[in-house]
């Protein structure tokens, strides 16, 4: 277990959270490797079906980071966020997941150090967790049996 290192997908916004991503890389910021980075235009634009899909093909953790609350571009876009990212906590739960393998964070572009952060915090707590459970292992009652 030493030597797992998760495969985290991020799902980041592009007007707020990715240009936090970059400050963090232009200001040499570290954080481990662990994420791979989708760049959306909206962190509203993320469908549960995408979240499923990461964990679907292998993914230990997924985080989704968006405006801040009342900054967004699209106006309402991460109030939507808010709301799949509740119903997929529970989605996952209910499928035999650790919710905490979601996490959703507000990041802006002048959010560098905060972004490094989230992404230190969140490798650690997916470690701590350790690999996710493959889809096959999911138990029956999710499956709809």
């Known amino acids: 277990m030493k030597d797992f290192e998760p495969r985290i997908i991020a799902f980041l916004c592009n ?4 240009a936090g991503a970059d ?6 910021f570290q954080y481990p490797p662990n994420i791979r980075v989708i760049r959306v235009m909206c962190s509203g634009s993320v469908s549960p079906h995408h979240v499923l899909h990461a964990f679907q093909r292998g993914a230990d953790g997924v985080l989704v980071a968006g405006c801040h609350i009342g900054d967004c571009h699209y ?9 799949r990212v509740k119903f997929l906590e529970g989605l996952l739960q209910f499928a035999g997941y650790d919710s905490a393998r979601l996490r959703l964070e507000w990041i802006s572009a002048a959010e560098g150090i905060k972004f490094a952060e989230v992404v230190r915090d969140f490798t650690e707590k997916i470690k ?3 690999p996710a459970p493959s889809f096959e292992a999911v138990p029956e009652r999710a499956l709809g049996a």
């Open 15 to 18: 007007w707020c959270s990715y």
């Open 23 to 28: 400050l963090a890389g232009v200001s040499r």
């Open 75 to 83: 106006l309402k876009g991460n109030y939507m966020t808010v709301k």
């Open 128 to 130: 701590q967790l350790g």
